[in-house]
């Protein structure tokens, strides 16, 4: 078994952080709340950046105990193709999105990095920024992907108890916990602009996970201190296969992570999907938390999917349930409501790096129809 990196043990960074996320913690769930919030008005202001997830492919060759998607699930795969992304890419472009997430599931023959860049390049050229949450890859593709267009990436650890980590992840490349944790490293080696982290809270201790996750951006930013970074908060959802998680994480533990990890990287971009409720994003929003994602749909195709019994057996079930489900409008006026404007785009094309398939003459108008 190979050795674990030492960063991942090291405490030395982690004593103010473990103390706000203990439960004997003498800080109040108030006070933390309230330097969070200081915190997140002095260094991003009263915004919020939103962006969608696009889901490519539902194949897998994974059998991760949690994920609706595993190879052993009885669901229908699908992949989009080329003009099926692009009408997919029209219907987020008519909802004012244009920063999107492109997911598939682990490497696949149906989906593999070819796929993959054909898409990057194809959805380049519609949206301000383009991110991938998919398999794991090399140096040399995540260049490529950074070549046509893909500004970050999103590459969750899921759990960095390596114990818990093994005995989810049942078989396919996913088992190999330390090809993924050193995934990251790979991407900005090869020229991506930001990475995204987090843990899927649930699975294993939350407090030992939130620690190894601080570890690990701490870790990054030392090395590539000019790399953006971003940590997500996921808790387990319902999907397909049942799985219940043994660790749940409750609303008000939820919390306190995120407030810990506003003091303790003031920087960072905070991330929350629509995995949470609305009455919970709304009343983070503003604490802590700088960009969420909106009119989220985990089926392949989602977007421009009819409500027809055909389409629903073509595209299966979702990667999991979501909870909040309001339309880009009804969020956007959540927030303005507490004073809080919405971002749709913060990126200009021309700073995405060399890509053939991207020119200033492509670049779409701005959408904006929360206004």
């Known amino acids: 078994m190979t050795t674990l990196p030492e960063w991942l043990s090291d405490n030395r960074d982690t004593t103010a952080l473990a103390a706000m996320l203990s439960p004997a913690s003498s800080q109040s769930i108030e006070t933390l709340a309230a330097e969070s919030r200081a915190i997140t008005l002095r260094r991003f202001g009263r915004t919020m950046t939103l962006y969608a997830p696009l889901y490519l492919s539902n194949y897998c060759s994974s059998g991760c105990a949690y994920c609706g998607f595993a190879s052993d699930r009885k669901t229908p795969r699908h992949r989009l193709e080329p003009d099926e992304i692009r009408r997919e890419l029209a219907a987020m472009k008519k909802l004012g999105i244009s920063d999107i997430l492109l997911l598939t599931g682990e490497r696949t023959a149906a989906a593999d990095f070819d796929y993959l860049q054909r898409s990057v390049a194809i959805a380049a050229e519609e949206m301000q920024r383009v991110s991938v949450e998919a398999f794991p890859m090399s140096v040399n593709e995540y260049r490529a992907l950074a070549d046509c267009g893909c500004t970050g990436i999103t590459i969750y650890q899921e759990t960095y108890n390596r114990e818990r980590y093994e005995a989810l992840h049942r078989w396919g490349p996913k088992k190999d916990f330390i090809a993924r944790l050193e995934t990251p490293a790979r991407a900005l080696e090869g020229g991506i602009k930001s990475v995204g982290l987090g843990v899927l809270l649930g699975l294993s201790d939350p407090v030992q996970d939130a620690l190894s996750l601080y570890r690990h951006v701490r870790h990054l930013g030392r090395r590539y201190w000019r790399a953006g970074m971003s940590v997500s908060f996921p808790r387990m959802r319902p999907q397909t296969g049942g799985y219940e998680p043994p660790f749940p994480v409750d609303d008000l533990l939820l919390a306190r992570i995120i407030f810990a990890f506003r003091i303790a990287l003031p920087d960072t971009e905070l991330v929350l999907s629509t995995r949470e409720s609305a009455t919970f994003r709304d009343g983070m929003a503003g604490l802590g938390i700088t960009r969420m994602s909106i009119e989220s749909r985990t089926t392949v ?71």
Not at 328 to 341: G, S
Not at 358 to 368: G, H, S, Y
């Open 301 to 371: 195709g989602g977007y421009c999917e009819s409500e027809n019994e055909e389409s629903k057996e073509k595209t299966g079930k979702g990667q999991f349930e979501i909870s909040d489900d309001r339309t880009a409008k009804e969020f956007c006026a959540a927030l303005r409501r507490q004073n809080i404007e919405p971002v749709f785009k913060n990126w200009e094309l021309s700073y995405n790096g060399p890509s053939s398939s991207i020119t200033l003459a492509t670049q779409p108008k701005k959408e904006e129809p929360c206004h």
